[in-house]
C-alpha cells in the first residue's frame, strides 16, 4: 500500500500468518453457499465477499467473529468504544 500519509502494516508476516483474536481483519472470498433470501416470490442469493471481522475465536477450520460490514454505524460504535475502554491504562500509556 503506498500513498501520501499512509503507512504498510504486514501482520501476516508480522506474526507468521496467525490470527489473533481481538484484531480486525478483512478477508476476500467467494462463499460456497451464500445466503438465500426470498422476497415475494424471488430467491436473491447474497454472501458478502469483502467482510471486516473483529476476530473472537477459530477452529483448524474456521473464523469466528463479528462482521463489522453487517452492524450498523451505532453498534459499531458500542462495539470499538468497549474494546477501546477495556483497558484504560494501556490505551492512555500508549500501550507501555
Known sequence: MSGEGFDAYDSETLFNGKLYRGNIYIF???AKNPTKYSYK?????FSDSLPVILMIGETSSTIK???LNFCNKALKTIILNMIIN???DFYFSGGA
Do not use: M, Q, S
Open 28 to 30: 476476500k472470498y467467494t
Open 41 to 45: 416470490g424471488v430467491d436473491v442469493y
Open 65 to 67: 467473529g463479528i462482521n
Open 86 to 88: 477495556l483497558d484504560e
